[in-house]
Each structure stands twice: as C-alpha cells, then as structure tokens.
C-alpha cells in the first residue's frame, strides 16, 4: 500500500544535525526537477524579499519564513515525518506509533511537496516555505514543473497494490495516476456527516486518524474495495463509489459527526 499525503504549511524548525543531502532522498528520478526548484527558490528570496513574498503568498506575519528559504542548502535536516506539523500530522502522530507500524509508515507514506516533488516521512530535509500552488518567475507553476518527473517515477513508487491518494487538489494535480495504476487507486473525502460538507479540520484530523489506524491494525488491503471494507471494520462510516470506466480511481467518502 502507499499513501499519497499533502504536506503542511507550518513546520517544525531545522534540525541542529548535518544539512540537507539532496542525493540521500527518496524517488532519485526527482532529483534534476527538485536540484531546479531549490536553486531558484533560494536565489528569489535572497534577491528580492518583497517579490519572494508576494510570489510565496505570505502575509506579512509570514514575512520570517523567507529566511528559512536562504538556509536551505545549510540548515539542519530532520526527518520529513517531524518537519511536517499541523491538524492532519497532530492526528497522524507518527512519534508515538509502535516500533512496527513506524516500520510501516517508513515503508508507505509518501508526502508531496512543492519544493522537494514527493519525500518519505524518513527522508531528512530542512523546514521551508513553498507551496505547490507557488508559481516561480523561471520555473512557472510548479504543479505543472512537476507533473512530468512525476509521471517517470510515480507509476513504479506505486508497486503493484492499493494507492489511497489523501491529497488536496492543489498537490493531486502534480501526478494523476492512469491506467492500471488508477483502477487500485482510491481517492478520499472526509464529509461532516450532517451537513454533507468537506470542512477542513475534520477533514484533516479524520485523514490523519484514518492513516495511523492502518499502520496500527498493520492493515494491508489488496484495492479499493478492500480498502472500504476494512475502513468499516476500524469503524469508519464509507460511502464508495466504483469508477464507471476501467483505468479510473474509486471515489470514497468517509462520513463524521465529530472528531474527538
């Protein structure tokens, strides 16, 4: 199984360890795409501040973040699991699983990213500021920047079992699974139960709770459709919906009232 997670906006501080080693890090057919975001993205915010703002959208609350950008290739690196913070992360809790769900997460998770494409939750990679949704004077959108490396390298990080893709669009657009591939891909969307609504907190909490039942349990669904029916046994309320042609995901709704 891989699990295809977004990454999160706030992060935890760079490590105080060795630096990033961009020949170290997971899918190895990123590294020219990631070698041309990091270079730019470095030489934006060392250029001119108020344009790195304004293309990274950042208030200026955030203005502090375009600092990280200029220490990328020299800040501490930390595993991707600890730098990633907020709802979806808090609720995934990857610190506290067991030593042999760990060993899953390690083996499963994929993160996507606007700088670095797609990292393991194990790979060690600074604390930055660069959203999929960014577009760079050089490079352009970068879900675009990414969608061809992407379509190299994805196909064989997927192996030959189910794909739960919990992205949110802006980081789904980067690789669109096809063929083969798609037909065991399984999409989700956590809905607040009376109002039919996708609302962010729930949405994030329930994706991050819904990941570490299945490293917990050491679940192993074969598809989609097994996917549901564990997701049901974990006590998961899941509407699916089967795709119409061959080659397309399954749709999945997971239903809550609240998150506790």
């Not at 699974?177 to 907190?201: F, I, N, Q, Y």
Request: glycine share 10%; net charge positive; aromatic share 4%.
């Amino acid at each position: 199984m891989l699990v295809l997670l977004p990454p999160s906006e706030g992060k935890a501080s760079s490590g105080r360890g060795a630096p990033l080693k961009p020949e170290s890090l997971s899918l190895p057919g990123l590294a020219d795409a990631r070698a041309a975001v990091l270079e730019e993205l470095v030489e934006l915010c060392a250029a001119d501040e108020q344009k790195a703002q304004e293309v990274l959208g950042l208030s200026d609350g955030l203005r502090g973040e375009i600092a990280k950008n200029l220490e990328l290739r020299t800040a501490g690196a930390r595993p991707a699991g600890e730098v990633y913070t907020g709802v979806l992360y808090d609720a995934l809790g990857l610190a506290t699983l067991e030593a042999d769900a760990r060993r899953r997460a390690r083996q499963s998770l994929l993160v996507f990213s606007g700088l670095w494409g797609a990292v393991r939750v194990s790979d060690r990679i600074p604390s930055y500021r660069c959203s999929m949704g960014v577009r760079l004077p050089g490079l352009g959108a970068l879900g675009t920047h990414w969608r061809g490396p992407m379509a190299s390298v994805m196909p064989e990080a997927a192996g030959d079992g189910l794909v739960l893709d919990l992205r949110s669009a802006a980081y789904a657009a980067a690789w669109k699974p096809k063929g083969e591939v798609a037909g065991r891909t399984a999409t989700v969307r956590v809905l607040h139960a009376p109002t039919r609504k996708v609302v962010s907190h729930f949405n994030k909490a329930t994706k991050g709770r819904l990941v570490r039942d299945l490293l917990t349990t050491g679940a192993k669904p074969a598809g989609p459709a097994e996917l549901v029916e564990t997701l049901r046994e974990l006590g998961y309320t899941v509407e699916a919906q089967a795709p119409e042609k061959a080659g397309k995901p399954w749709s999945l709704d997971v239903l809550v009232t609240q998150i506790h």
